[in-house]
Every structure is written in structure tokens, then in C-alpha cells.
Nanobody, 123 residues
């Protein structure tokens, strides 16, 4: 049984940094990918970044390019999202998902989700 657990969200000031973690248990196929999405109140779940599990190819939403960085530690089955230069518009619940078919910016193609972690950026 695959489980996805996010952690690391908290309140931070504008310009600050945070690192989110996504721990995946239950086995990860080499063709899989892990993605980060975020959802602000009253809005849809938006793509942030994703990374392929085998080759580590990463992709970012335009809104976070140059500020966020995704990485993985295969030995710990964990994916990290380093968020720098945070702005109030980054405030959202951040969700981590596992796609067994590979990288995608479409949340519908992710098969397993964590419970989310709240990131709040104060102005």
C-alpha cells in the first residue's frame, strides 16, 4: 500500500525560505514521478513542480521557476521542495502526489496523494 506524507509547512515572512518533504512508502516504480501541487482557498489545485524517479528530470510552473527547486533522495524515498524568495502569493496547502506513469502537470494523472501541508507567507 503506497503512502505519501508531506511535512515542513509553516508560517514564514516574505522573502523567507522553506523546505518541504514528501516521504513515499510502499515502493516506487522506476517509471513513477512525484509532483508538488498547491491549493489556495477557493482556488483549484495548481501544479508547482515534479520530478521523475529514475532520471531525476524536473519541471516547474512558471510562477516558481528560479525560486523553487525540487530534488529527491532515492535512499530515503523522499522528495524535497526547496522554496526561496517566498511571496504571499505562495500561500497555500501544498500537496505531494505520486504518478505511476511519470511526470505530469495534470493532477488527475496522480494516483496517490498526501494530506497536504500548510504554507503561509506573511507580508
Amino acid at each position: 500500500q503506497v503512502q505519501v506524507v508531506e511535512s515542513g509547512g509553516k508560517l514564514v515572512q516574505t522573502g523567507g525560505s522553506l523546505r518541504l518533504s514528501c516521504a513515499v512508502s510502499g515502493g516506487i516504480d522506476s517509471s513513477a514521478a512525484v509532483g508538488w501541487f498547491r491549493q489556495a482557498p477557493g482556488k483549484e489545485r495548481d501544479f508547482v513542480s515534479c520530478i521523475s524517479w529514475n532520471y531525476g528530470r524536473s519541471y516547474y510552473a512558471n510562477s516558481v521557476k528560479g525560486r523553487f527547486s525540487i530534488s529527491k533522495d532515492n535512499t530515503k524515498n523522499t522528495v524535497y521542495l526547496q522554496m526561496n524568495s517566498l511571496i504571499p502569493e505562495d500561500t497555500a496547502v501544498y500537496f505531494c502526489g505520486l504518478s505511476i506513469f511519470g511526470t505530469s502537470d495534470d493532477s488527475d494523472l496522480y494516483d496517490y496523494w498526501g494530506q497536504g501541508t500548510q504554507v503561509t507567507v506573511s507580508s
